[in-house]
């Protein structure tokens, strides 16, 4: 018992010597797509709060998103959902202000969507969840403020019939930041 009360302690005391930092960062997206008679609007809010210890952060993004999808034929689906994504993320290289970065990124969101059609109106419960790998890059403009891009993701979604594993590198999977470091 005394060895692990003293290994704690050292545990505690390396991490208050380390650096350490509240910061939060924030996310607004509007994205539109348009394939054939196929369109697709959405847009979210997702203001970020998170710590930092060295090269490890630790962070949850939580927020509103609206989605609405129409295809050619008059069929709508529409709703807006709540997200939470906590991370944790790792700065494995810094070269100067340059920092490259990986996260470990869980998804939930949970939302009410209305699905129209010529037969009427369906409302559909939905929740999707996932985790998952994004890589990044981030730039210290100076103490207080880091801008950051990710693109990518590589993992595993699910929502009701909608399942994906594996890796994607489109715009949907993108993000730019700028992070103010308290």
Sequence with gaps: MKKLLIALAAVVMSLSASAQSWWVDGQLSANQNKHGDFKNISV????????????????A?????????????????????????????YTFVNIGKIGFYVDLAGQFQTGKFFDEDVSGEEIINGTLWGIGLKPGVKYAINDHVVFSAALGFLGYKRCHDYEFAGMSFNTGNMSLGVTYVF
């Design 44 to 59: 979210s809010v997702l203001p970020e709060v998170g710590y930092n210890v060295g090269r490890w952060d630790i962070a």
């Design 61 to 89: 993004q939580f927020g509103l998103a609206y989605a609405h999808q129409k295809d050619g034929d008059g069929a709508s689906i529409h709703g807006a959902s709540l997200k939470f994504n906590p991370f944790v993320r």
